[in-house]
């Protein structure tokens, strides 16, 4: 299995979308809590804990942010309740989107993720409209520049990833939502240091859409994810090899 659109391997090269770092640590620190709450403050039994804390640690966040949000999630410290959500819709020109969240409060996430959506031409679905399209999958990234495939590959196949591809300049780590954080972690103990590192849905088949209308599905995305409770957007837009994007700076 190829790695997933050729925008989302420039998103993780920006920074995912140029995100702020305090709104990515935001999220992180919910996923964090979530995952403490639903398997334990131990990140050795609790195989999602142990994966957004790598998360969090790939984005250099603080050592006490982690911890403060792990006795949050476990009780020890009061927080908010937080519920998890997966809505699914469409943007212009067909292209499939999955749209994560963790919020305290239903209706205004349902609210925002809908006005989002329709003030930019797209359409919300219902639920299993599109997810029969993607698989779930830990998408661990390098830079060809600094190292090569056949390095990166001895490593990550020994200890349990699926495939590991190169194109555009990067290479992709292809894993099992399970198999991901024994992935990452052995790569980070050889030494090699990854532009990124996510648990991704991962479309099966791309649509390829012209420049112009591929930059208003980007701008949807980038909307999308400007929100508070919006963890990850996923979507099935490959975009054209000659794309560049007006918009960047």
Same mark, same amino acid.
């Given at each position: ?29 919910? %996923? ?88 930019? @031409? ?26 090569? %495939? %056949? ?17 555009? @300049? ?27 590192? %996510? ?51």
């Amino acid at each position: 299995m190829s790695g997933h659109s050729k925008w989302a391997t420039n998103k993780h090269k920006k920074g995912l979308a140029d995100a702020k770092r305090g709104q990515k640590f935001t999220k992180l620190i919910k %996923e964090i809590s979530v995952a403490a709450k639903m398997g334990g403050a131990d990140p050795e039994s609790n195989a999602r804990l142990r994966t957004a804390m790598l998360k969090a640690r790939t984005e250099n966040m603080p050592k006490d942010n982690i911890e403060r949000a792990i006795k949050k999630g476990s009780g020890e410290m009061d927080g908010s309740v937080f519920y998890e959500l997966t809505y699914e819709g469409y943007a212009p020109g067909g292209v499939a989107l999955i749209i994560d969240t963790l919020t305290d409060n239903k209706n205004r996430t349902a609210s925002d993720v809908r006005s989002t959506l329709t003030k930019s @031409g797209g359409t919300l679905g219902a639920t299993g409209c599109v997810s029969y399209m993607f698989q779930t999958k830990g998408i661990i990234t390098y830079d060809d520049n600094t190292y090569n %495939e %056949e390095q990166i590959f001895e490593v990550a196949l020994e200890h349990g990833a699926d495939d590991v591809t190169s194109s555009d @300049g990067m290479i992709e780590v292809i894993t099992a939502p399970t198999d991901f954080a024994n992935v990452l972690e052995a790569l980070q103990g050889a030494g090699f240091e990854q532009e990124s590192a %996510e648990i991704e849905k991962v479309a099966d088949l791309n649509v390829t859409l012209d420049a112009e209308k591929a930059r208003k599905v980007l701008k949807i995305i980038d909307k999308l994810e400007e929100l508070d409770d919006v963890q990850q957007v996923f979507s099935n837009l490959e975009l054209p090899d000659d794309f560049e994007d007006s918009d960047e700076e």
